[in-house]
Structure formats: structure tokens, C-alpha cells
């Protein structure tokens, strides 16, 4: 299936696949090539859930660019404050700006929200089930390590 026969969010969802699987695996230059394209698409989407913000907010991470993350990261915070995918990119832009500090709380916030929110049933939970749950145990790690 080609970009232009799909919806916008389905264009914009494959170009954010293609992104990080290309800098999963070290690609930087794919991933730089294809990242403005899917900025662009999600652009086209025009209001977006916060399962899409977290796709912009991670693209915008793979650039570089932590203030584009943290505008995403600050929306879905607006919808949903203890938003689990919310609380994982503040740990990653923690830990890229070397904020130990920060990153830990991110951990605890994380921790602490994790029961409620997990119940809500958000699709993006669902989604990025793996993601959350592989966060969820480095973060037990590290409060275990912490006693």
C-alpha cells in the first residue's frame, strides 16, 4: 500500500515506523531523511490523540530536537497528567540531558501513576504495551536499587 492511497493517520503512523526503525538500528541518515516527511504528515492529520503526540514527541527526540518532544509531552500532560507515555518521554529527555534527578523522579512518577492509569484503557496503553511494560521494570529496578 502506497502513502497516497492511505488516511492521513495511516501515511503518518507508517513514515513514524520507518523513522524508528531506522534509528533503532542506526540508520541516522534514513531517520533523518524521513523524519520532517512524517512531522509533515502528522501536520495533515490535524487534531491529534495522544497516542500521535507521542509518535511527534519520539520523532522529534530521534532529531534531536527536546523542546519539539517537550511541547507534545506538555499536551498530553494537559489531557492526561499522569499519562504514562507522557511521564516515559520526560525520562528519556531526563536522561539525554544527563538529569539523574530528574529521571529517577520520572521513574517514581511513573510508578506511582502506573496502577491508575494503566486501568483506563487508553488505546495507546495497548499500543505501546511492550514499551510500557519494559519501562515499568527498569523503573522497579531502579526503585529496588534505590532501598
Do not use: W
Not at 115 to 126: A, F
Amino acid at each position: 500500500m502506497d502513502l497516497a492511497s492511505m488516511t492521513p493517520r495511516e501515511a503518518a503512523d507508517r513514515l513514524f515506523n520507518r523513522v524508528m526503525t531506522a534509528s533503532e538500528n542506526g540508520n541516522t541518515a534514513e531517520a533523518m531523511q524521513f523524519a520532517p516527511m512524517a512531522l509533515q504528515a502528522y501536520e495533515q492529520v490535524g487534531t491529534l490523540d495522544d497516542d500521535a503526540r507521542f509518535h511527534v514527541a519520539l520523532i522529534h527526540l530521534a532529531l534531536g530536537d527536546v523542546k519539539g518532544a517537550r511541547v507534545q509531552v506538555d499536551q498530553m500532560k494537559r489531557s492526561a497528567p499522569n499519562h504514562l507515555l507522557a511521564i516515559m518521554l520526560e525520562h528519556d529527555m531526563a536522561e539525554r540531558s544527563g538529569d539523574k534527578a530528574a529521571a529517577a523522579r520520572a521513574y517514581k512518577s511513573f510508578l506511582a501513576a502506573f496502577d491508575k492509569e494503566i486501568v483506563m484503557g487508553r488505546p495507546e496503553y495497548r499500543d505501546h504495551g511492550g514499551s510500557i511494560d519494559r519501562f515499568r521494570q527498569a523503573a522497579q529496578a531502579a526503585s529496588a536499587g534505590k532501598k
